[in-house]
Nanobody, 126 residues
Framework: VQLQASGGGLVQAGGSLRLSCAAS????????LAWFRQAPGKEREGVSL???????LYADSVKGRFTISRDSAENTLYLQMNSLKPDDTAVYYC?????????????????????WGQGTQVTVSS
């Protein structure tokens, strides 16, 4: 199982970014997937989730601004981020439901995520 996140960068407030997470070793269609973020000095928090069936959930702080999606043919997860704010500055991680021994575990909306990409930095300037 491998997850490779990309697409982060520096953007002005009000701007947009699209994060990508290329998956290998499994099919995205078979698991719930999520994006988390961690700002300096803060705990990792769930941002958005897409279930096996395609249902999506969002943290209140990003609802209406972020959109999670997946491309089954490319086996890639996306997070489209619009109307970015300085508070969105963080390292963003893609994650797959499940876990292996000694995994870092985070929960979002009752689901356990323990497979992680390497993180991509998003910085929003005011």
């Amino acid at each position: 199982v491998q997850l490779q996140a990309s697409g982060g960068g520096l953007v002005q407030a009000g701007g947009s970014l699209r994060l990508s997470c290329a998956a290998s070793g499994f099919s995205l269609d078979d698991y719930a997937l999520a994006w988390f973020r961690q700002a300096p000095g803060k705990e990792r928090e769930g941002v958005s989730l897409i279930s096996r069936g395609g249902s999506t959930l969002y943290a209140d702080s990003v609802k209406g601004r972020f959109t999670i999606s997946r491309d089954s043919a490319e086996n890639t997860l996306y997070l489209q981020m619009n109307s970015l704010k300085p508070d969105d500055t963080a390292v963003y991680y893609c994650a797959r439901e499940g876990a292996r021994a000694n995994s870092v575990i985070s929960y979002f909306r009752g689901r356990r995520f323990g497979y992680w990409g390497q993180g991509t930095q998003v910085t929003v300037s005011s």
